[in-house]
Nanobody, 123 residues
Framework: QVQLVESGGGLVQAGGSLRLSCAAS????????MGWFRQAPSKEREFVAA????????SYGDSVKGRFTISRDNAKNTVDLQMNSLKPEDTAVYYC????????????????WGQGTQVTVSS
């Protein structure tokens, strides 16, 4: 099993940047593909980004391509999400997720979840 804790959320103006971080417990972090999802009020959970076990082949949701970057550090058991050019529609609770094996792109692919961190982008 793996426990996940997100940090780095907050309030930012449109056009600004934030960096989210997810810290994972355990000694088998490198066995897990990692993903970021988000959920706005009254909306379904949305895929944001995912990265493979070794940090290769990042993938992104269409709404964040070119603005967000996912990265991981297996030595530190962390996965980060750098968010640039933020828009009010990026406002949501952001969740870190883990799954054994290859990355997935829907929330049901992931077995382990953090508690979420709020990101609010003001216009």
């Amino acid at each position: 099993q793996v426990q996940l804790v997100e940090s780095g959320g907050g309030l930012v103006q449109a056009g600004g940047s934030l960096r989210l971080s997810c810290a994972a417990s355990g000694r088998t972090f490198s066995r897990y593909a990692m993903g970021w999802f988000r959920q706005a009020p009254s909306k379904e959970r949305e895929f944001v980004a995912a990265v493979s076990r070794r940090g290769f082949s990042p993938s992104y949701g269409d709404s964040v391509k070119g603005r967000f970057t996912i990265s991981r550090d297996n030595a530190k058991n962390t996965v980060d999400l750098q968010m640039n050019s933020l828009k009010p529609e990026d406002t949501a609770v952001y969740y870190c997720a883990a799954r054994l094996g290859d990355p997935g792109y829907i929330s049901s692919d992931y077995a382990y979840w953090g508690q979420g961190t709020q990101v609010t982008v003001s216009s």
